[in-house]
């Protein structure tokens, strides 16, 4: 088969096909994505409710977002749709932009991930600190969860306030309102989800807790809310084109919410790959997964669907249950289709409270709490930015935690950077070569001549340090050695501090000499222009000849006139 990607862009599914695909595969991966099509059912519905969007609207995303993922992406494994980690940020765009608001976002944030694949930024994505991803994870699953307080007790609130901190009070103060019959179905949904993994069985728990509660209330004739009471009728029909829905004239203002998904979508889904190549001793492309990604959220909401991404628990079912190409991840979008077209009228009967327990066993597996307690006992730093992320999402947004937390993580990173890159005199090459060096050369560094070592990376974290250590010495030798052999990187910062000191020592009349500097770092000075400042005669390949230079250096200024 012709290659038609480039080899990081090309999906999984043409790697597959062109390896050879056999019948026997098949039928593995299409049992395989049958159970996590009956396992993605009630997750698409809740995830869309709980972001203020109609029960179908998630079962569209979960199919045509859930195909285009398989069908583009670039991991082998990965299954796709709508996931937890979007419904704050979903509820917080339908709320303020409504779905027309939401659809625009959407397809910018599609938008945005297909530059990011064809930028070749899939392995960036990963630098995002581990604190801020626990941060904002964590709290997304406690919002997650107050969010569906209301349900499970059977509140009848008529207008709730957005916030964490006002939504946490509003069911403070209704609590006694509380609908025992609701509170049970809520409870009995999370004792079986519970419970029935110990249960030797592939049908999913919360599909059990489902049916099961959904039983009860239509037998029992309970009086408790229902998808029916609260949204009408589940459509039986398939997803249509519905361009008409996009609010194009809020563009503007929805710039940093579509950044946002984009982000979220792409940190979700290469999370989800990776944890996938583990199971299956497997290799993604990560470009080729936001490829995938991006076109998944240019087509959801096209057909009335919400942000989709990588599906951790999902793609880890599809791994159990024997998927292990693509097509288990197609015939996933497929069985929500079918479901749709012949069963869609009883997911209308689901009752509201049974809904709320899957979604807060959901985000409590998701919380990841342990690792929150445990990076609270880690570097003061590290505690930091997971804190300051962490009630940045339940208390502002997520929007403005992602943001303020990288940006957080990125200058404790620079001061730590600065903080372990050296700039020190040394009196003599005895206070740093080996001892090989130091026998095969023992001369000392002759009076007159200064040395210094910079160890690190040269980067604008450590540019201060550097000028200062050079600059402030008491006297001004004749010449001055740097070695830079430990220099791995220097950036535009490093550039201009080593420009300023050189500029700076040839009006004292003092040579500046460079030994050990790494071919990668003289492109830099090359293309930046240091080189011509600093001489190209003045950098040596080692200390050795930098001293014999300096030797020179100094007898042709004793020589008399």
Known sequence: MKRIFSKDLEPKLLSVLREGYSLQDFWRDALAGMVVGVVALPLAIAFAIASG?????????????????????????????????????????????????????????????????FARLGDVIRFIPYPVTVGFTTGIALTIAMSQVGEALGLQIESLPTDFVGRSLVYAENFSATNLTAAFIFLLTVAIIQIWPRVPSRIPGPLVALVVTTAIVQLAG??????????????????????????????????????????????????????ADGLIGGRHRSNAELFGQGLANILSPL?????????????????????????????????????????????????MAALAGILIVVAYNMSEWHVFQRLLRGPASDALVLVTTFLLTIIFDLSV??????????????????????????????????????????????????????????????????????????SSPPVVILRMRHVLAIDATGLHALEEVAARFQGRGTVLLLSGVSTHV????????????????????????????????LAAKTQPD
């Open 222 to 275: 309970l009086d408790i809310a229902t998808i029916h009471s609260r949204f009408g009728d589940v459509p039986q029909s398939l997803p249509t084109l519905q361009l008409s829905r996009f609010d194009w004239k809020l563009l503007p203002d929805l710039v940093s919410p579509a950044l946002t998904i984009a982000l979220l979508a792409a940190i979700e889904s290469l999370l989800s790959a990776v944890v």
């Open 401 to 474: 935690a992602i943001q303020v937390g990288v940006v957080l993580a990125a200058l404790l990173f620079m001061r730590r950077m600065a903080e372990v890159t050296q700039v020190k005199a040394l009196r003599d090459i005895t206070d740093y070569e080996d001892s090989e060096l130091r026998d095969a050369y023992p001369t000392p560094v002759p009076a007159g001549v200064g040395v210094f070592q910079i160890n690190g990376s040269f980067c604008f974290g450590a540019a201060t340090k550097f000028t200062e250590t050079l600059l402030t010495t008491q």
């Open 522 to 553: 003289q492109d830099a000075m090359d293309k930046n222009g240091a080189l011509k400042l600093v001489g190209k005669e003045h950098i040596f390949a080692n200390f050795p000849l930098a001293v014999e230079h300096a030797q020179l250096l």
């Open 53 to 117: 969007l109609r029960p179908e609207q998630g079962l569209y995303t979960a199919i045509v977002g859930g195909f285009a993922i398989s069908f583009f992406g670039g991991s082998r494994v990965q299954i796709g749709g709508p996931t937890a980690a979007f419904v704050v940020l979903v509820a917080s765009v339908v709320a303020e932009f409504g779905y027309g608001g939401l659809a625009v976002a959407t397809f910018m944030a599609g938008c945005f991930l297909v530059i990011m694949a």
């Open 303 to 351: 057909f009335g669907g919400m942000p989709a991404t990588g599906a951790i628990a999902r793609t880890a079912t599809n791994v159990r249950n024997g998927g292990r190409t693509p097509i288990a991840g197609i015939v996933h979008a497929a069985t929500l289709l079918l479901i749709v077209l012949v069963a869609g009228s009883w997911a209308s009967l689901i009752p």
